[in-house]
């Protein structure tokens, strides 16, 4: 069995020639490493000026990351972004209340049962996160005799978010009577 590496294929070599060219690569590199070529490379590598180098920076961010990125995103973050931007961006919100200002497809999206369980891993990447009613054993807020998640800014401290999510329940707890 071969095992060689390859460079600049997304396959493994196809053919015999395929393979014999490959082979014929590796061991001119290895050949010319084994008479100088090492020394070569460590004197390229001595005269480089790494001053300014810090290995614990993060990566530049260059045309093809962004277009990996781009390739994971779902068109739903997109148009959920939009409809929190309709409703003037809340400090907090419910799945009813952005169902309420959605239209079109992503209305529809909301509304689908089968998509209940991903709409709060949508919401954080419009950065809003669930916030736990501890006062109730279900972890959920009554609004309007309705039993329901709350999501506040992810930006907020924890007890901002909690005093977000309670000004939003008795908002709608009072207006209801």
Known sequence: MWHIAYLGHETPP??????????????????????????????????????????KAPPPKTAAFWD?????????????????????NPEATTRIRITAEAFGEI????????????????LEKCGYVPVRNDAAKDGLWKINGTRQAVYAKSCLSIRDRLKAASKLAGQYNRSSQ
């Open 107 to 122: 209305e529809a999206w909301i509304r689908d049962r089968k998509n209940r369980r991903a709409i709060p891993h949508r």
């Open 68 to 88: 990996i990125v781009d390739a994971n995103q779902a068109p739903e973050d997109a148009e959920l972004a939009d409809v929190i931007d309709r409703m003037g």
């Open 14 to 55: 196809a053919n015999s020639q395929q393979i014999l060219e490959l082979t014929c690569y590796w061991n001119d590199l290895w050949g010319w490493y084994a008479h100088g070529g090492n020394r070569h490379v460590t004197a390229y590598l001595a005269s480089l000026d790494i001053s300014a180098f810090d290995p």
